[in-house]
């Protein structure tokens, strides 16, 4: 089970993510409830941008916010794109743990700290195990990728992690 999550986080994250200035006009911070939504969770897809080693990969992340959308997360999915994942905002931020149940794909766990650095990365989690997963520390959210893929980009503890 997912940990509760309040949604009032999310606003002021995505009022971090707004885009910058356009012909010298600033563009209002797009609403939560603007993004597109996911083909099959339905839940809104924003932009995700780990840095790395000064380079940046962008990622398009489903925001789970609500605790049934959170518990739910990418259980059941049988597939995901290489630059898709899910991000599961937490406030108050706190520590965690993630468990695999009726998880059907290998999935990398970033747990990401109130910093917005990475704290750890479970790699590969396995898929339908019931064995929780820590943060090692306490997480302002936490980042589901592919199976392997924080290993391929590099992506580990300390990289920065907006959306």
Request: aromatic share 6%; with cysteine; net charge neutral.
């Amino acid at each position: 089970m997912r940990a509760p999550v309040l949604t009032s986080v999310l606003v002021a994250v995505l009022a971090a993510c707004s885009p910058g200035k356009s012909q010298g006009a600033q563009s209002a911070p797009m609403a939560i409830e603007d993004a597109p939504r996911h083909a099959v969770s339905g839940l809104p897809v924003v932009p995700l941008t780990v840095i790395h080693a000064g380079r940046k990969h962008v990622f398009q992340v489903e925001v789970a916010r609500s605790e049934p959308e959170q518990e739910k997360g990418l259980m059941f999915r049988t597939s995901m794109g290489a630059d898709e994942g899910m991000i599961f905002p937490m406030n108050p931020v706190r520590y965690a743990s993630f468990w695999m149940k009726n998880t059907v794909i290998p999935l990398d766990i970033i747990y990401i700290g109130a910093d917005h650095r990475i704290l750890n990365v479970a790699a590969n989690a396995v898929p339908y195990s019931e064995t929780p997963l820590y943060s090692e520390g306490r997480a302002a959210g936490v980042l589901e990728l592919n199976g392997g893929r924080a290993a391929q980009l590099g992506i580990g503890k300390g990289d920065l992690v907006s959306w």
